[in-house]
């Protein structure tokens, strides 16, 4: 065969099978590697040719209480006497991010009446709580929605509350929520059921756009594609707030098991390393991406971290209010 009827045989081969198949056009939509996206930034963003984005907030931005910040093995004060509820909080004021009975006095006197649950371990989840607080709105992922009704209607029965209504999401959903606009992100981490699929936030108003990431090992590239800072997003978004687990804190061993479900402190530093260097993470002089989810057995004292942590990370402590730009 003729080099020339070659070439033509398979250059119809190729368009048969971009038409045939939907992903093979969708990836030849993909700008090369390296190429930044075309089209203007949004409002909010100036990124210059060279150096980190000038992030110039639009709005108010995003009020976090931190209502627990320690993992599940925070049962009891520590040896030196500090303590750390299980990792919840709550933004602006109305919208809480995982709750168990454990930060029941850290929320405010105005109670809120909606949450959004990251999976079903009972560090993050607890109906029964859920409904002495007085919530009436509950989002969780699709894949767990029929447990969590049962265990709904069982704490209902037990607390003579009625049930909130139960919201399924799937991966990518937006939910608008309280002036907040709330992404559904898949989390690297497992429940004690093997079709659950956990879940992180993307958290947005206005200009701010705040990643909640607990529990979860690193940052999985669908997340990051949906929120729209993956390697090869088309758009031009960035992330302006991080908080990020560290459940496996400063020094573990090399053959801990949970570094397939948590992150450790070096993972959070190299995760905001890498979004800034590739301009993914722009956000106002001073802001700190904060760590949460830290285990009793390995996170030394809050005053120890604040010492060691590599900029610009800080622990954040229960109690601690932070408004994200």
Known sequence: MKRREFLRIAAVASVAAATANPLSRADAQIPPQGRPPQGPPPGGFRPGSRGPIEYVPTGPGIHVRFLGT??????????????????????DGKVLFDYTPSAADMVPEKRPEVVFYTHSHNDHYDAKAALELGIKRVYLGETWLERARGDFQKASESTGRPVPEIIPLSLGQVIEQDGLKVTALPANHTSNYSDEQALIYLIEKDSTRLLYATDTAGLMAYALAIAGVGQFSRERKYLTGIIMEATMGLDYKDDDMRMFSHSSVQMVANTVKVLTDNRKYATVEGQKVYITHMSKAQQPPQAELDRTLPDPLKAAYDGLEVVFR
Do not use: F, Q, T, V
């Not at 093995?73 to 030196?80: A, F, L, R, T, V």
């Open 70 to 91: 320690g993992g599940a093995d925070w049962n009891g004060p520590s040896d030196s006497g500090e303590l750390r509820r299980h990792a919840s909080i709550l933004a």
